[in-house]
């Protein structure tokens, strides 16, 4: 299976401090991209980037792409209690399937 | 407002039973997905569809159908339902091959 692999499986911080979170995969991929599922809901699509990107920003999310260690990192900066979520990677390979990560859960503490 | 629906929001059914879950979608996208997620694999991809008359079998196909009639909807069905098949069902939809997927509020489908 191409699924990806998130790392740390569980977060915990404090309100305020920031949040990584790492993707890693198996192949060749077009793109790379992070989701958030909050308790109960679908997932919500929050930034993509592609295969030759190595950086993108979108407000206080950070994402790092290195195709040559098959990973990807999230960054969530000065973390909010509603930024509590399971966050996953999904990458879409050369074949065009779609392999979604385990996920990590993040916990943030007002 | 476009969106992505998907009814039952919960099922429960008995083992051997034919169930069919729908998913719509008002977006008019061509590309559809059905996925399952259970604790520890995330979630997996079971069929795709990428227009009309157009099906695909994903990671966790063996067990599952779905056909593509029209754009709006993709309807995944159990042909007959074992208890490893319990789990949340999410449908989405994505513009593009490679863009970001929509996703419904998913089901859950508990066997019995």
């Known amino acids: 299976s191409q699924q990806g692999e998130e790392d740390p499986q569980a977060l915990s911080i404090q309100e305020g401090e920031n949040a990584t979170m790492n993707c890693s995969y198996k192949?060749?991929?077009?793109?790379l991209q992070w989701y958030r599922q909050n308790s109960g809901r679908g997932l919500v699509h929050l930034i993509l980037i592609r295969s030759n990107e190595r950086e993108k920003h979108s407000g206080r999310l950070r994402v790092t792409l290195d195709t040559s260690k098959k990973s990807s990192s999230l960054l969530i900066t000065a973390s909010r209690a509603a930024d509590t979520a399971s966050y996953f990677c999904?990458?879409?390979?050369?074949?065009?399937?779609?392999?979604f990560g385990t996920g990590t859960s993040l916990t943030v503490i007002p | 407002d476009a969106e992505i629906t998907q009814s039952p929001r919960h099922k429960i059914t008995e083992t051997g039973r034919q169930v069919t879950l729908a998913c719509h979608q008002t977006w008019n996208h061509n590309n559809m997905f059905w996925y399952r997620q259970d604790l520890g694999h995330g979630l997996r991809l079971i069929h795709y569809?990428?227009?009309?008359?157009?099906?695909n079998k994903g990671e966790v196909s063996d067990g599952y159908s779905v056909s593509r009639s029209n754009t709006e909807d993709l309807p995944l069905t159990l042909e007959s339902a074992a208890s490893s098949q319990t789990s949340v069902y999410f449908c989405a939809s994505s513009e593009s091959k490679a863009a970001e997927q929509y996703f419904g509020p998913g089901t859950r489908l508990t066997v019995t």
């Open positions: 569809s990428y227009g009309v008359q157009d099906t």
């Open positions: 192949t060749s991929i077009n793109n």
């Open positions: 999904a990458t879409d390979d050369t074949g065009n399937q779609f392999y």
